[in-house]
């Protein structure tokens, strides 16, 4: 990006295959899109959700925003559709806050798949009434201007993460995750064959074993050359004195 712009649409993607990435956690897509590239989707600890137990997942419409100033999230929010998920960013900045309570009133009512902000949020006890799924970096009540030029639906950084305008945007307890367009189907296939996988492992722990022996750890126990001592560490200890 050279100049400030704004984009008004996005690309799309197979809405069935969005719909099943909402039926998977964030850990099977991470787990789904291998170690590099599940690594590099995921945003850091520090994107939380204002909400725990909430889960979304849409294709993202993306608003940078000048430090302080939040006009780009609101010409972005005019713009977002059903479903669609809005990340915006000020480079993670705490001055000037993205996102409040009217912004969550009317993205409600525009019926939005959700919000991830890599910045300020505030009105957070009337956000927490509202159960609207909000993720952010921050809380400060400080004062957004708006009146600075950014960007509208081009590519940005959000929490160290790329996010291109309608990559899927999933998004649960334990984080938010950004799949690329061209890896959903991988995601959800991979995914899809985890939770296959783990419904046979608790069928195994119900039948008494334990995961120890169902993943074959031994194996890998004993490639570390760990030493094993039968007994416990206090006879041990008075065995050498």
């Known amino acids: 990006m050279t100049q400030p712009v704004i984009y008004t649409r996005i690309p799309g993607s197979d809405p069935q295959l969005v719909a099943e990435a909402a039926q998977h956690g964030v850990a099977d897509l991470h787990e789904a899109l291998g170690a590099a590239g599940g690594r590099m989707a995921l945003m850091s600890p520090r994107m939380r959700p204002l909400n725990p137990g909430l889960r979304i997942a849409g294709p993202a419409v993306t608003a940078y925003n000048y430090p302080g100033d939040n006009l780009m999230m609101h010409k972005a929010l005019s713009m977002i559709e059903e479903g669609q998920v809005l990340v915006t960013t000020n480079g993670g900045g705490t001055q000037g806050a993205l996102w409040g309570e009217l912004a969550a009133t009317f993205a409600r009512n525009r019926r939005v798949g959700g919000v991830i902000v890599h910045g300020s949020i505030r009105d957070t006890d009337v956000l927490t009434e509202m159960r609207f799924p909000v993720w952010a970096t921050d809380i400060s009540p400080c004062h957004?201007?708006?009146?600075a030029a950014g960007a509208v639906n081009v590519p940005i950084v959000c929490d160290g993460v790329m996010v291109h305008p309608?990559?899927?945007?999933?998004?649960?307890?334990?984080g938010v995750l950004v799949i690329p367009r061209d890896r959903l189907r991988a995601a959800v296939e991979g995914a899809r064959s985890r939770k296959a996988k783990e419904n046979e492992i608790k069928q195994k722990i119900a039948a008494g074993q334990s995961l120890f022996e169902i993943a074959n750890m031994q194996s890998a126990l004993d490639a570390t050359g760990i030493e094993v001592r039968e007994g416990s560490w206090a006879q041990d200890q008075a065995g050498r004195a």
């Open 144 to 147: 957004p201007e708006k009146g």
């Open 166 to 174: 309608g990559d899927i945007v999933v998004a649960d307890s334990d």
